[in-house]
């Protein structure tokens, strides 16, 4: 069954360091999207990507943050410059074009650890 | 994006049927109901999807009211794999992408 990959699971990076986190989506799939989640905390929505833009994003994706699609497979989280509230689990999902079904498909996530 | 309201947790005997409300009033006519499930921090895992009519797939049945103020989600014979949060999630369906709000959900413990 085919699904999204994430690497690396886990990642400790000190504080001001900048990060990329890295997701294969599923591949006929066209909407990327990146989640996140503080430890004890709710599933957050960061960005959508769709036809190599941004489609919608939140207030938490700041100008820290950035995505990227640099090949045909690989899609990318950016953190410039992190900060002790920038660790969480960051969830990578993709989900089918219009003609296709509408749910969307999760990674098993990067645990970022920021010291 | 309606509001969803569900009880914060609940306890399932496991091989039995396991019955997850969710309420949805205010959900408007273009909105869909959507439920995930989230076993111990793995990524969300989605189930379920509906408009109008009662749908079933290989893990769940989504019985929705037929006035969709609210829903039902059906785990037919619980097991401890089933063990996770469940989000009840109702959005409406965008061309340009179709972000998900979790809420807090309701925390399943299926108990031998």
């Known amino acids: 069954e085919p699904e999204v990959t994430q690497t690396p699971s886990h990642q400790v990076t000190q504080m001001g360091q900048e990060v990329i986190l890295r997701c294969v989506p599923i591949?006929?799939?066209?909407?990327f999207y990146w989640y996140r989640q503080i430890l004890g905390q709710k599933v957050e929505f960061l960005v959508s990507?769709?036809?190599?833009?941004?489609?919608?994003k939140s207030e938490i994706f700041d100008d820290q943050f950035s995505v990227e699609r640099p090949d045909g497979s690989n899609f990318t989280l950016k953190i410039r410059s992190t900060k002790l509230e920038d660790s969480a689990m960051y969830f990578c999902?993709?989900?089918?074009?219009?003609?296709?079904?509408?749910?969307?498909?999760f990674g098993q996530g990067t645990r970022l650890t920021v010291v | 994006d309606a509001k969803t309201t569900q009880p914060t947790s609940m306890d399932c005997a496991e091989g039995r049927a396991a019955n997850l409300p969710c309420n949805h009033s205010t959900i408007s006519g273009n909105e869909y109901v959507y439920w995930y499930r989230q076993i111990h921090s793995q990524g969300p895992q989605y189930i379920i999807h509906?408009?109008?009519n009662n749908e079933t797939n290989e893990m769940a049945s989504l019985i929705i009211t037929e006035d969709r103020k609210s829903s039902t989600l059906i785990l037919p014979h619980a097991t401890l794999r089933d063990t996770a949060v469940y989000y009840c999630i109702v959005r409406v369906f965008k061309a340009a992408g179709n972000k998900l709000t979790f809420g807090g959900g309701t925390r399943v413990l299926v108990k031998p």
């Open positions: 999902a993709s989900s089918e074009g219009l003609s296709g079904g509408t749910e969307a498909f």
């Open positions: 509906g408009l109008k």
């Open positions: 990507f769709y036809n190599n833009e941004i489609s919608e």
């Open positions: 591949s006929n799939h066209l909407y």
